[in-house]
């Protein structure tokens, strides 16, 4: 099974406009986010993953 892997934090507002456009550049690649474990509220932590033809 493919691993997520940590690619940076950014402001959950940010989130669906940072992985649209790093979906342009990266079209194999999946992008989702989990609740930063830093100090800074409203931060998430961005993880990519490349897309497969088989459920994960």
């Keep these: 099974m493919d691993k997520w892997k940590y690619l940076k934090e950014v402001k ?5 406009e940072f992985c649209k456009n790093y979906r342009e550049k990266h079209p194999k690649q999946l992008c989702g986010y989990a609740t930063a474990t830093s100090n800074n509220p409203g931060m998430v932590a961005i993880y990519t993953k490349e897309k497969t033809s088989k459920p994960t």
């Design 12 to 16: 959950k507002e940010k989130f669906e």
